[in-house]
T-cell receptor, first 114, second 110 residues
Framework: SQTIHQWPATLVQPVGSPLSLECTVEGTSNPNLYWYRQAAGRGLQLLFYSVGIGQISSEVPQNLSASRPQDRQFILSSKKLLLSDSGFYLC?????????????FGPGTRLTVL | EDKVVQSPLSLVVHEGDTVTLNCSYEVTNFRSLLWYKQEKKAPTFLFMLTSSGIEKKSGRLSSILDKKELFSILNITATQTGDSAVYLCAVMDSNYQLIWGAGTKLIIKP
């Protein structure tokens, strides 16, 4: 069966510090991978998605970046965090297909920038 | 601009009541509509709907899609306190991108 891991679960970082969040998927090959952010009390905002190694599409301009160094690894980074980067970050995966294009979410990372 | 609108934004009912959550959408090149339940952590998948008029059912939860009127409803019968959560609706377009609603916060009082 497929599983998706995210770490860390919780992170508190000072403004201006760098960020690296990691997401890995097991039990599937060539997944589509997604990074979402959910601000407190708000809906999910798609940040990045990737259809393959080294292929990253950005949905919103920001000081975040994403990389996919391996097929089942997706990394979200920032060189300098802003207060507005606080939120709940979710990684998701999906497999294309008529009945398989559902996205499944990892446990999430709660980031607080102080 | 594509959008998904959920209503109500929040709802408080008593255990045993039946609730109906609404999701309307304006999405170019609709592919499917999905419902998720989010408690304290990540959303968990409930239903995927692609065809009008076909009810999907799982226990006390059911959902149906109307592609002519561009909406879906999620029904929960005989609610329990464990149903308390935020229910998210999302529409997938032909590029496999999800457009999310803001969610409905459901609180079930014992």
């Amino acid at each position: 069966s497929q599983t998706i891991h995210q770490w860390p679960a919780t992170l508190v970082q000072p403004v201006g510090s760098p960020l690296s969040l990691e997401c890995t998927v097991e039990g599937t090959s060539n997944p589509n991978l997604y990074w979402y952010r959910q601000a407190a009390g708000r809906g999910l905002q798609l940040l990045f998605y990737s259809v393959g190694i080294g292929q990253i599409s950005s949905e919103v301009p920001q000081n975040l970046s994403a990389s996919r160094p391996q097929d089942r690894q997706f990394i979200l980074s920032s060189k300098k965090l802003l207060l507005s980067d606080s939120g709940f970050y979710l990684c998701a995966w999906s497999v294309l297909g008529d009945f398989l294009d559902t996205q499944y979410f990892g446990p999430g990372t709660r980031l607080t920038v102080l | 601009e594509d959008k998904v609108v959920q209503s109500p934004l929040s709802l408080v009912v008593h255990e045993g009541d039946t609730v109906t959550l609404n999701c309307s959408y304006e999405v170019t090149n609709f592919r499917s509509l999905l419902w998720y339940k989010q408690e304290k952590k990540a959303p968990t998948f409930l239903f995927m709907l692609t065809s009008s008029g076909i009810e999907k059912k799982s226990g006390r939860l059911s959902s149906i899609l109307d592609k002519k009127e561009l909406f879906s409803i999620l029904n929960i019968t005989a609610t329990q306190t464990g149903d308390s959560a935020v229910y998210l609706c999302a529409v997938m377009d032909s590029n496999y991108q999800l457009i999310w609603g803001a969610g409905t916060k459901l609180i079930i009082k014992p």
